[in-house]
T-cell receptor, first 115, second 111 residues
């Protein structure tokens, strides 16, 4: 299994500002994923981050709003830019790991509130 | 990826078996059935996955019908800590295909 930590665990931010969320994994992984979970909703994939290449964004998510960095095989950041109250969500990172890389492990999430 | 259908909620008495159904009638031959759960205020947790044979691990058993159009996750002796949202996901194991989460089933285990 993989152990994933995220910073910060929660934050309250003012609209118009940006927040960078960090994701650290205790082992080297090829793929990292960023999800958003809006209040009372299921998880929605934002983007897939592969080390050494540009992140691949899902429909409805753009790089200008959610820039992602993947500088090495154990770390990634997601920035939520020019925030509005609609960005209030839990943001989770995950990795493919396990014996055959078929299992996906999730971090504890970052709870973001935008006022 | 194929879509899945799950009941929105289920109840189970502590110590009894919890049987969570999932329909995935459009599943393709190379797609696996995955189960995850999300306990309140935590990230999702992998439970089990299978292709066509029944699978069992320390957490649960997965029963997949012969036509693969539906499956059942079984928690043999549910505890209060099993209260969570359970997600049934169909995913191809080719390359690094992503997980598409539906609404899941909210399982409430009561004393």
């Amino acid at each position: 299994s993989a152990v994933i930590s995220q910073k910060p665990s929660r934050d309250i931010c003012q609209r118009g500002t940006s927040l960078t969320i960090q994701c650290q994994v205790d082992s080297q992984v090829t793929m990292m994923f960023w999800y958003r979970q809006q209040p009372g909703q299921s998880l929605t994939l934002i983007a897939t981050a592969n080390q050494g290449s540009e992140a691949t964004y899902e429909s409805g998510f753009v790089i200008d709003k959610f820039p992602i960095s993947r500088p090495n095989l154990t770390f990634s950041t997601l920035t939520v830019s020019n925030m509005s109250p609609e960005d209030s969500s839990i943001y989770l990172c995950s990795v493919d790991a396990g014996q055959f890389a078929y299992e996906q492990y999730f971090g504890p999430g970052t709870r973001l509130t935008v006022t | 990826d194929a879509k899945t259908t799950q009941p929105p909620s289920m109840d189970c008495a502590e110590g009894r078996a919890a049987n969570l159904p999932c329909n995935h009638s459009t599943i393709s031959g190379n797609e696996y059935v995955y189960w995850y759960r999300q306990i309140h205020s935590q990230g999702p947790q992998y439970i089990i996955h299978g292709l066509k044979n029944n699978e069992t691990n320390e957490m649960a058993s997965l029963i997949i019908t012969e036509d693969r159009k539906s499956s059942t996750l079984i928690l043999p002796h549910a505890t209060l800590r099993d209260t969570a949202v359970y997600y049934c996901i169909v995913r191809a194991n080719s390359g690094y295909s992503t997980l598409t989460f539906g609404k899941g089933t909210m399982l409430l285990v009561s004393p």
